[in-house]
Structures are given as structure tokens and as C-alpha cells.
């Protein structure tokens, strides 16, 4: 069974950048779609960034050109690297992993997730 802890949260300022990692134990699958999603308080939870099996990675348009994903498959790691964060990006982040090659719609109860890291940006 495969495990993903995140860490890398905390608390910045607007316009700071944080990396936020994702590591697989006892490893990732590369070849499968991966992704991000943030849950603020109150507010449902919604899709950040995906990666698929070929490495095109996908943004929500709120993040993108900001936000960056990658996977280091040595490590069995993922990455999502934040840039010029804003209070509006405050929420407790997610990584998870799907069992397909291509990203599909949305997760499914096949999805594996982790326990999340909160980030939270101030202005």
C-alpha cells in the first residue's frame, strides 16, 4: 500500500515562495498521473496542479504561471514548487496519486492521498 506525507508548508508573506514535497513510500509509480489539491476552511476542496505519466503537467488557472509541478522519480518525490504567493493561496495542501497514465476528470476512491500541509500566506 502506498503511502504520500507532504511537507514543506508554513507561513509567509505575500510574495514569498515555498516548495512543497510529496514523498511516496515505498515508492511512486512515475508512470501515473499525480497531483495537488487545496482545501481552505469553509471552501470546497479544488485541483492546483496535475502531472501525468508523460510529465505534461496541468494548472488551475488561479496558479498558473505562479505554481510549478514536478516529480523526481530517484526520490520518489513530488513537487510543487509556489511562487509570488498570495493571502488567497492560504489553504491545507494535498498531494495524491491516481491509477491511470492520463490525469482523468477528477480523483476517484482509487486515489491515494496524503495528510496534507497548510500553508498559510498573510499580506
Known amino acids: 500500500q502506498m503511502q504520500l506525507v507532504e511537507s514543506g508548508g508554513g507561513s509567509v508573506q505575500a510574495g514569498e515562495s515555498l516548495r512543497l514535497s510529496c514523498e511516496a513510500s515505498?515508492?511512486?509509480?512515475?508512470?501515473?498521473?499525480m497531483g495537488w489539491f487545496r482545501q481552505a476552511p469553509g471552501k470546497e476542496r479544488e485541483a492546483v496542479a496535475h502531472?501525468?505519466?508523460?510529465?505534461?503537467?496541468t494548472y488551475a488557472d488561479s496558479v498558473k504561471g505562479r505554481f510549478t509541478i514536478s516529480k523526481d522519480e530517484d526520490r520518489d518525490t513530488l513537487y510543487l514548487l509556489m511562487n509570488s504567493l498570495q493571502p488567497e493561496d492560504t489553504a491545507k495542501y494535498y498531494c495524491?496519486?491516481?491509477?491511470?497514465?492520463?490525469?482523468?476528470?477528477?480523483?476517484?476512491?482509487?486515489?491515494?492521498w496524503g495528510q496534507g500541509t497548510q500553508v498559510t500566506v498573510s499580506s
Open positions: 495524491t496519486t491516481y491509477r491511470a497514465y492520463y490525469c482523468p476528470a477528477g480523483p476517484t476512491r482509487d486515489n491515494t
Open positions: 502531472i501525468d505519466g508523460a510529465n505534461v503537467a
Open positions: 515505498p515508492y511512486f509509480y512515475a508512470r501515473y498521473c
